[in-house]
Protein backbone atom coordinates (compact mmCIF):
# COMPACT_ATOMS: atom_id res chain seq x y z
CA UNK A 1 0.00 0.00 0.00
CA UNK A 2 1.55 3.10 -1.11
CA UNK A 3 1.63 5.88 1.65
CA UNK A 4 2.29 9.56 0.67
CA UNK A 5 2.99 11.70 4.09
CA UNK A 6 1.83 15.04 2.94
CA UNK A 7 3.23 16.74 5.95
CA UNK A 8 6.56 16.73 3.78
CA UNK A 9 4.56 19.03 0.96
CA UNK A 10 2.86 22.27 0.69
CA UNK A 11 1.23 22.17 -2.76
CA UNK A 12 -0.52 19.43 -5.18
CA UNK A 13 -0.56 20.28 -8.67
CA UNK A 14 -3.02 18.07 -10.63
CA UNK A 15 -3.33 17.06 -14.13
CA UNK A 16 -6.77 17.12 -15.24
CA UNK A 17 -8.08 14.74 -17.82
CA UNK A 18 -7.17 11.46 -16.64
CA UNK A 19 -6.39 12.52 -12.97
CA UNK A 20 -9.80 14.06 -11.51
CA UNK A 21 -12.12 13.38 -13.97
CA UNK A 22 -12.91 10.21 -16.68
CA UNK A 23 -12.34 12.75 -19.43
CA UNK A 24 -8.53 11.21 -21.04
CA UNK A 25 -11.24 8.31 -21.86
CA UNK A 26 -13.53 10.87 -23.97
CA UNK A 27 -10.37 12.74 -25.45
CA UNK A 28 -9.22 9.02 -26.20
CA UNK A 29 -12.53 8.22 -27.94
CA UNK A 30 -12.58 11.73 -30.13
CA UNK A 31 -8.72 11.05 -31.30
CA UNK A 32 -9.91 7.62 -32.28
CA UNK A 33 -12.87 8.95 -34.14
CA UNK A 34 -11.20 11.64 -36.17
CA UNK A 35 -8.03 9.55 -36.55
CA UNK A 36 -9.63 6.32 -38.22
CA UNK A 37 -11.27 8.39 -40.48
CA UNK A 38 -8.71 10.58 -41.68
CA UNK A 39 -5.68 7.45 -41.71
CA UNK A 40 -8.21 4.88 -43.51
CA UNK A 41 -9.16 7.53 -46.27
CA UNK A 42 -5.16 7.84 -46.84
CA UNK A 43 -4.67 4.04 -46.74
CA UNK A 44 -2.06 4.74 -43.80
CA UNK A 45 -1.81 1.84 -41.06
CA UNK A 46 -4.78 2.48 -38.82
CA UNK A 47 -5.17 4.13 -35.68
CA UNK A 48 -5.20 1.44 -32.23
CA UNK A 49 -5.56 2.12 -29.18
CA UNK A 50 -1.87 2.26 -28.39
CA UNK A 51 -1.56 5.24 -30.43
CA UNK A 52 -2.83 7.53 -28.22
CA UNK A 53 -1.07 6.40 -24.84
CA UNK A 54 2.40 6.56 -27.27
CA UNK A 55 1.77 9.61 -29.35
CA UNK A 56 -1.20 11.85 -27.99
CA UNK A 57 -1.84 11.37 -24.66
CA UNK A 58 -1.00 14.30 -22.26
CA UNK A 59 -0.30 16.73 -25.05
CA UNK A 60 -1.11 20.02 -26.41
CA UNK A 61 -3.61 19.98 -29.31
CA UNK A 62 -1.82 20.03 -31.96
CA UNK A 63 1.60 18.47 -30.72
CA UNK A 64 -0.44 15.43 -30.55
CA UNK A 65 -1.76 15.19 -34.19
CA UNK A 66 1.72 16.41 -35.92
CA UNK A 67 3.22 13.52 -33.34
CA UNK A 68 0.90 10.55 -34.64
CA UNK A 69 0.73 12.16 -37.90
CA UNK A 70 4.78 11.51 -37.51
CA UNK A 71 4.15 8.51 -36.43
CA UNK A 72 2.83 7.71 -40.06
CA UNK A 73 5.09 9.09 -41.93
CA UNK A 74 2.64 12.12 -42.80
CA UNK A 75 3.63 15.49 -42.87
CA UNK A 76 0.27 18.36 -43.13
CA UNK A 77 0.75 22.05 -43.24
CA UNK A 78 0.35 23.65 -39.77
CA UNK A 79 -2.37 26.38 -40.70
CA UNK A 80 -3.92 28.05 -38.22
CA UNK A 81 -5.80 27.26 -34.81
CA UNK A 82 -8.70 29.58 -36.33
CA UNK A 83 -8.54 26.79 -38.90
CA UNK A 84 -11.98 25.15 -39.58
CA UNK A 85 -12.81 21.63 -38.54
CA UNK A 86 -12.67 20.42 -42.09
CA UNK A 87 -8.80 21.57 -43.03
CA UNK A 88 -6.66 18.82 -43.56
CA UNK A 89 -4.42 20.76 -41.41
CA UNK A 90 -2.34 19.82 -38.32
CA UNK A 91 -5.00 22.73 -36.43
CA UNK A 92 -7.93 21.16 -38.85
CA UNK A 93 -7.34 18.23 -37.61
CA UNK A 94 -7.02 18.81 -34.07
CA UNK A 95 -9.96 21.52 -34.60
CA UNK A 96 -11.85 18.47 -35.54
CA UNK A 97 -11.07 16.07 -32.73
CA UNK A 98 -12.25 18.94 -30.72
CA UNK A 99 -15.55 19.09 -31.98
CA UNK A 100 -15.98 15.79 -31.31
CA UNK A 101 -14.90 15.92 -27.40
CA UNK A 102 -17.07 19.06 -26.71
CA UNK A 103 -20.48 16.96 -28.71
CA UNK A 104 -19.67 14.41 -25.58
CA UNK A 105 -18.86 16.88 -23.11
CA UNK A 106 -22.37 18.57 -23.73
CA UNK A 107 -24.17 15.34 -24.41
CA UNK A 108 -23.11 13.53 -20.95
CA UNK A 109 -21.96 15.89 -18.74
CA UNK A 110 -18.30 14.90 -16.51
CA UNK A 111 -18.65 13.07 -12.78
CA UNK A 112 -15.17 12.95 -11.42
CA UNK A 113 -13.42 10.24 -9.65
CA UNK A 114 -15.19 9.79 -6.34
CA UNK A 115 -11.40 8.93 -4.67
CA UNK A 116 -10.03 12.41 -6.65
CA UNK A 117 -12.48 14.35 -4.84
CA UNK A 118 -11.99 12.82 -1.59
CA UNK A 119 -7.74 13.53 -1.69
CA UNK A 120 -9.00 16.79 -3.17
CA UNK A 121 -11.16 17.65 -0.28
CA UNK A 122 -8.70 16.34 1.99
CA UNK A 123 -6.01 18.33 0.87
CA UNK A 124 -7.97 21.17 0.94
CA UNK A 125 -9.04 21.10 4.39
CA UNK A 126 -5.21 20.38 5.80
CA UNK A 127 -4.24 23.81 3.68
CA UNK A 128 -2.04 22.51 0.94
CA UNK A 129 -2.55 24.65 -2.12
CA UNK A 130 -3.93 23.04 -4.78
CA UNK A 131 -3.32 23.82 -9.21
CA UNK A 132 -4.53 22.53 -11.65
CA UNK A 133 -2.08 21.62 -14.77
CA UNK A 134 -3.83 20.48 -18.44
CA UNK A 135 -2.39 20.43 -21.82
CA UNK A 136 -6.17 20.85 -22.45
CA UNK A 137 -7.70 24.56 -23.78
CA UNK A 138 -10.85 23.29 -22.56
CA UNK A 139 -9.95 22.02 -19.01
CA UNK A 140 -11.83 25.22 -17.20
CA UNK A 141 -15.03 23.88 -18.99
CA UNK A 142 -14.36 20.60 -17.59
CA UNK A 143 -13.03 21.48 -14.16
CA UNK A 144 -16.72 23.51 -13.54
CA UNK A 145 -19.07 20.49 -15.53
CA UNK A 146 -17.46 18.57 -12.79
CA UNK A 147 -17.97 20.67 -10.18
CA UNK A 148 -14.14 21.00 -9.21
CA UNK A 149 -13.58 24.80 -10.14
CA UNK A 150 -13.87 25.85 -6.59
CA UNK A 151 -10.96 24.01 -5.32
CA UNK A 152 -8.36 25.61 -7.97
CA UNK A 153 -7.57 29.39 -7.92
CA UNK A 154 -4.47 28.58 -10.28
CA UNK A 155 -5.09 26.49 -13.24
CA UNK A 156 -2.31 26.50 -16.10
CA UNK A 157 -3.76 25.16 -18.98
CA UNK A 158 -3.49 24.87 -22.96
CA UNK A 159 -4.50 28.39 -23.19
CA UNK A 160 -2.69 30.28 -20.28
CA UNK A 161 0.34 28.06 -21.87
CA UNK A 162 -0.01 29.68 -25.31
CA UNK A 163 -0.97 33.03 -24.19
CA UNK A 164 2.50 32.77 -22.26
CA UNK A 165 4.83 31.11 -24.61
CA UNK A 166 5.22 27.68 -22.31
CA UNK A 167 6.26 24.40 -24.20
CA UNK A 168 3.96 21.89 -22.90
CA UNK A 169 4.38 18.63 -21.73
CA UNK A 170 6.16 16.19 -21.27
CA UNK A 171 8.17 19.91 -20.77
CA UNK A 172 7.93 21.12 -17.28
CA UNK A 173 7.57 24.91 -17.79
CA UNK A 174 3.73 24.63 -17.06
CA UNK A 175 4.03 22.81 -13.56
CA UNK A 176 6.70 25.27 -13.08
CA UNK A 177 4.87 28.05 -13.67
CA UNK A 178 1.78 26.46 -11.33
CA UNK A 179 4.03 26.18 -8.25
CA UNK A 180 5.42 30.02 -8.49
CA UNK A 181 1.85 31.06 -8.60
CA UNK A 182 0.63 28.77 -5.47
CA UNK A 183 3.94 30.59 -3.68
CA UNK A 184 5.15 26.49 -3.85
CA UNK A 185 8.73 25.86 -4.28
CA UNK A 186 8.98 22.64 -6.52
CA UNK A 187 10.58 20.99 -3.86
CA UNK A 188 7.32 21.02 -1.60
CA UNK A 189 4.66 20.42 -4.86
CA UNK A 190 3.92 17.21 -5.68
CA UNK A 191 2.75 16.52 -9.49
CA UNK A 192 -0.38 13.82 -10.44
CA UNK A 193 -0.34 12.48 -13.59
CA UNK A 194 -1.84 10.24 -15.53
CA UNK A 195 0.63 10.35 -18.71
CA UNK A 196 3.98 9.11 -19.60
CA UNK A 197 4.07 12.82 -20.91
CA UNK A 198 2.66 14.33 -17.74
CA UNK A 199 5.33 12.12 -15.36
CA UNK A 200 7.90 12.82 -17.63
CA UNK A 201 7.36 16.86 -17.02
CA UNK A 202 6.69 16.11 -13.71
CA UNK A 203 10.14 14.18 -13.31
CA UNK A 204 12.34 16.65 -15.64
CA UNK A 205 11.05 19.60 -13.40
CA UNK A 206 12.77 17.74 -10.55
CA UNK A 207 9.52 17.89 -8.17
CA UNK A 208 9.54 16.85 -4.63
CA UNK A 209 7.57 13.79 -5.59
CA UNK A 210 5.51 12.08 -8.85
CA UNK A 211 2.46 10.44 -8.39
CA UNK A 212 1.95 8.37 -11.30
CA UNK A 213 -1.92 7.43 -11.66
CA UNK A 214 -2.30 4.22 -13.90
CA UNK A 215 -5.57 4.82 -15.96
CA UNK A 216 -4.12 2.45 -18.87
CA UNK A 217 -0.68 3.70 -20.01
CA UNK A 218 0.62 0.85 -17.46
CA UNK A 219 2.84 0.74 -14.37
CA UNK A 220 5.99 0.23 -16.11
CA UNK A 221 5.70 3.19 -18.62
CA UNK A 222 4.95 5.42 -15.85
CA UNK A 223 7.46 4.18 -13.90
CA UNK A 224 10.01 4.34 -16.50
CA UNK A 225 8.94 7.95 -17.46
CA UNK A 226 9.98 9.01 -13.91
CA UNK A 227 7.02 8.27 -11.39
CA UNK A 228 8.28 7.90 -7.77
CA UNK A 229 5.02 6.02 -6.91
CA UNK A 230 2.10 4.79 -9.10
CA UNK A 231 -1.25 4.30 -7.48
CA UNK A 232 -4.32 2.86 -9.30
CA UNK A 233 -6.42 5.56 -7.74
CA UNK A 234 -5.94 8.75 -5.56
CA UNK A 235 -8.42 7.06 -2.52
CA UNK A 236 -4.77 5.31 -1.88
CA UNK A 237 -3.06 8.39 -0.58
CA UNK A 238 -5.69 10.61 0.89
CA UNK A 239 -3.99 11.49 4.14
O1 LIG B 1 -7.58 19.66 -27.22
P1 LIG B 1 -7.50 20.07 -25.82
O2 LIG B 1 -8.82 19.94 -25.06
O3 LIG B 1 -6.90 21.42 -25.64
O4 LIG B 1 -6.62 19.00 -25.05
C1 LIG B 1 -5.28 18.67 -25.33
C2 LIG B 1 -4.91 17.40 -24.59
O5 LIG B 1 -5.21 17.55 -23.22
C3 LIG B 1 -4.78 16.49 -22.40
O6 LIG B 1 -5.17 16.76 -21.07
C4 LIG B 1 -5.37 15.17 -22.84
O7 LIG B 1 -4.72 14.14 -22.14
C5 LIG B 1 -5.17 14.95 -24.33
O8 LIG B 1 -5.87 13.82 -24.78
C6 LIG B 1 -5.64 16.15 -25.11
O9 LIG B 1 -5.37 15.95 -26.46
Known amino acids: MVVVDWTDYDAALFDLDGVLTPTAVVH ?52 DPSDTADADTVCGLG ?36 AV ?10 LAAAGLDRFFPVVVDGRVAAAEGLPGKPAPDTFLAAAERV ?8 VLEDATSGVAAGHAGRFG ?23 ADLQEIVP
Do not use: C
Open 28 to 79: MAAWEEMFSTFLSARGATPYTAHDYFDHVDGKPRYDGVRDLLASRGITLPEG
Open 133 to 142: VSSSKNAPSV
Open 209 to 231: LVVGVDRGAGADALTAAGADVVV
Open 183 to 190: GVTKERAV
Open 95 to 130: NRKNDAFNAVLARDGVQPYPGSVALVEALAARGTKL
